[in-house]
C-alpha cells in the first residue's frame, strides 16, 4: 500500500490528521469560479497543512467526461466534496473530521 497514491491511501489508521489528507482542484483554464476556489483551498489547506493539488479538465478525458458540468470540481481523498462554490469552513471541516 506504501507505493499507492494519497489520493487511494486513506484508512482509518490515519486518524484525523489533516496531514494525510489530500485535496484536488479540478479545474480549466480561463475559470473565475475555479480561481474563487482555488484561493480558499490555498488558505485553508496552508493553514493546515494539507497537501492540495490542481489538475486540468481539458487535459484529461475521464476528468471531463465526469465532472465537465460542475467544474470547478473539489475532491477530497479521491471522493467528490463539492462543485461549483468552494465553502471554507466545510471544507475545514471534511479535513478535520474524519
Same mark, same amino acid.
Given at each position: ?5 494519497? !489520493?487511494?491511501?486513506?484508512?482509518? =489508521? ?9 485535496v ?6 480561463? *475559470?473565475?469560479? *475555479?480561481? #474563487?476556489?482555488?484561493?480558499? !483551498? @490555498?488558505?485553508? *489547506? ?5 497537501? $492540495?493539488?490542481?489538475?486540468d !479538465? &481539458? ?8 465532472? $465537465? @458540468?460542475? !467544474? ?9 466534496? &463539492?462543485? $461549483? ?10 479535513? =478535520?473530521? #474524519?
Amino acid at each position: 500500500m506504501a507505493d499507492m497514491s494519497p !489520493i487511494f491511501r486513506r484508512n482509518h =489508521t490515519q486518524g484525523r490528521d489533516p496531514r494525510n489528507r489530500l485535496v484536488t482542484l479540478v479545474r480549466k483554464p480561463g *475559470c473565475h469560479l *475555479c480561481d #474563487d476556489a482555488q484561493a480558499v !483551498i @490555498e488558505k485553508v *489547506c496552508g493553514e493546515l497543512g494539507v497537501p $492540495w493539488e490542481q489538475k486540468d !479538465i &481539458t487535459e484529461d478525458e475521464e476528468l471531463h467526461r465526469r465532472y $465537465w @458540468e460542475q !467544474i470547478p470540481v473539489v475532491l477530497v481523498d479521491g471522493a467528490q466534496h &463539492t462543485f $461549483w462554490r468552494v465553502n471554507e469552513e466545510r471544507l475545514r471541516k471534511a479535513l =478535520t473530521h #474524519d
